[in-house]
Nanobody, 121 residues
Framework: EVQLVESGGGLVRPGGSLRLSCAAS????????MSWVRQAPGKGLEWVSS????????WYADSVKGRFTISRDNALNTLYLHLNTLKTEDTAMYYC??????????????RGQGTQVTVSL
Protein backbone atom coordinates (compact mmCIF):
# COMPACT_ATOMS: atom_id res chain seq x y z
CA GLU A 1 0.00 0.00 0.00
CA VAL A 2 1.33 3.39 -1.01
CA GLN A 3 1.82 5.66 1.99
CA LEU A 4 2.90 9.28 1.73
CA VAL A 5 3.20 11.43 4.84
CA GLU A 6 3.88 15.14 4.45
CA SER A 7 5.27 17.41 7.15
CA GLY A 8 6.93 20.78 7.60
CA GLY A 9 4.07 23.14 6.92
CA GLY A 10 3.19 26.07 9.12
CA LEU A 11 2.49 29.77 9.40
CA VAL A 12 5.11 32.04 7.87
CA ARG A 13 5.31 35.71 6.96
CA PRO A 14 5.58 36.86 3.35
CA GLY A 15 9.16 36.54 2.19
CA GLY A 16 9.82 33.66 4.56
CA SER A 17 10.87 30.09 3.88
CA LEU A 18 9.81 26.55 4.71
CA ARG A 19 10.98 23.05 3.89
CA LEU A 20 8.34 20.43 3.31
CA SER A 21 9.12 16.73 3.59
CA CYS A 22 7.27 13.67 2.36
CA ALA A 23 8.08 10.26 3.82
CA ALA A 24 7.25 7.48 1.38
CA SER A 25 6.64 3.79 2.04
CA UNK A 26 4.85 0.80 0.57
CA UNK A 27 6.42 1.07 -2.88
CA UNK A 28 9.81 1.34 -4.57
CA UNK A 29 10.41 5.05 -4.02
CA UNK A 30 13.73 5.11 -5.90
CA UNK A 31 11.97 3.87 -9.05
CA UNK A 32 9.15 6.41 -8.92
CA UNK A 33 9.00 9.91 -10.29
CA MET A 34 7.27 12.20 -7.80
CA SER A 35 5.41 15.48 -7.67
CA TRP A 36 4.12 18.16 -5.35
CA VAL A 37 0.65 19.59 -5.82
CA ARG A 38 -1.31 22.10 -3.75
CA GLN A 39 -4.87 23.18 -3.15
CA ALA A 40 -5.77 26.66 -2.02
CA PRO A 41 -9.03 27.30 -0.15
CA GLY A 42 -11.96 27.16 -2.56
CA LYS A 43 -9.79 26.17 -5.52
CA GLY A 44 -8.89 23.01 -7.38
CA LEU A 45 -5.73 20.98 -7.19
CA GLU A 46 -2.73 22.77 -8.73
CA TRP A 47 0.44 21.07 -9.90
CA VAL A 48 3.57 22.66 -8.35
CA SER A 49 6.64 20.62 -9.26
CA SER A 50 7.89 17.21 -10.39
CA UNK A 51 11.15 15.30 -10.24
CA UNK A 52 12.43 12.20 -11.99
CA UNK A 53 13.42 9.11 -10.02
CA UNK A 54 17.14 9.96 -10.17
CA UNK A 55 16.69 13.74 -9.78
CA UNK A 56 18.01 14.16 -13.31
CA UNK A 57 15.18 16.46 -14.31
CA UNK A 58 12.83 18.80 -12.49
CA TRP A 59 9.85 20.88 -13.57
CA TYR A 60 8.09 23.82 -11.93
CA ALA A 61 4.88 25.71 -12.37
CA ASP A 62 5.49 29.25 -13.58
CA SER A 63 3.99 30.59 -10.36
CA VAL A 64 6.77 29.05 -8.23
CA LYS A 65 9.72 28.92 -10.62
CA GLY A 66 12.81 30.49 -9.09
CA ARG A 67 11.34 30.36 -5.57
CA PHE A 68 10.68 26.66 -4.90
CA THR A 69 13.11 23.76 -5.23
CA ILE A 70 12.15 20.10 -5.37
CA SER A 71 14.62 17.42 -4.29
CA ARG A 72 14.70 13.86 -3.05
CA ASP A 73 16.82 11.47 -1.03
CA ASN A 74 16.27 7.94 -2.28
CA ALA A 75 18.29 6.47 0.58
CA LEU A 76 15.78 7.97 3.02
CA ASN A 77 12.69 7.45 0.84
CA THR A 78 11.96 11.14 1.25
CA LEU A 79 10.81 13.89 -1.10
CA TYR A 80 11.36 17.56 -0.29
CA LEU A 81 10.08 20.93 -1.38
CA HIS A 82 12.01 24.02 -0.38
CA LEU A 83 9.79 27.09 -0.41
CA ASN A 84 11.53 30.47 -0.50
CA THR A 85 10.31 34.04 -0.89
CA LEU A 86 6.83 32.94 0.06
CA LYS A 87 3.82 34.98 -1.01
CA THR A 88 0.31 35.12 0.41
CA GLU A 89 -0.93 33.37 -2.73
CA ASP A 90 1.20 30.34 -1.82
CA THR A 91 -1.20 29.62 1.04
CA ALA A 92 -2.55 26.12 0.43
CA MET A 93 -2.54 22.50 1.50
CA TYR A 94 0.52 20.89 -0.04
CA TYR A 95 0.53 17.23 -1.08
CA CYS A 96 3.19 14.94 -2.40
CA UNK A 97 2.02 12.56 -5.07
CA UNK A 98 3.30 9.36 -6.61
CA UNK A 99 3.26 10.70 -10.13
CA UNK A 100 5.83 12.14 -12.48
CA UNK A 101 5.63 15.20 -14.65
CA UNK A 102 2.48 15.35 -16.72
CA UNK A 103 1.88 18.03 -19.34
CA UNK A 104 -1.86 17.59 -19.67
CA UNK A 105 -4.76 17.17 -17.27
CA UNK A 106 -3.61 14.57 -14.77
CA UNK A 107 -4.91 12.85 -11.70
CA UNK A 108 -2.97 12.78 -8.46
CA UNK A 109 -5.00 10.19 -6.65
CA UNK A 110 -1.99 8.61 -4.98
CA ARG A 111 -1.09 11.43 -2.60
CA GLY A 112 -0.71 11.98 1.11
CA GLN A 113 -2.95 13.75 3.58
CA GLY A 114 -1.17 17.05 3.06
CA THR A 115 0.59 19.69 5.12
CA GLN A 116 -0.83 23.21 5.48
CA VAL A 117 1.22 26.23 4.47
CA THR A 118 -0.17 29.61 5.49
CA VAL A 119 1.57 32.80 4.41
CA SER A 120 0.27 35.79 6.30
CA LEU A 121 1.26 38.89 8.22
Amino acid sequence: EVQLVESGGGLVRPGGSLRLSCAASGFDFSSSAMSWVRQAPGKGLEWVSSITRTSGSTWYADSVKGRFTISRDNALNTLYLHLNTLKTEDTAMYYCAKRGYCSGPCSYDERGQGTQVTVSL
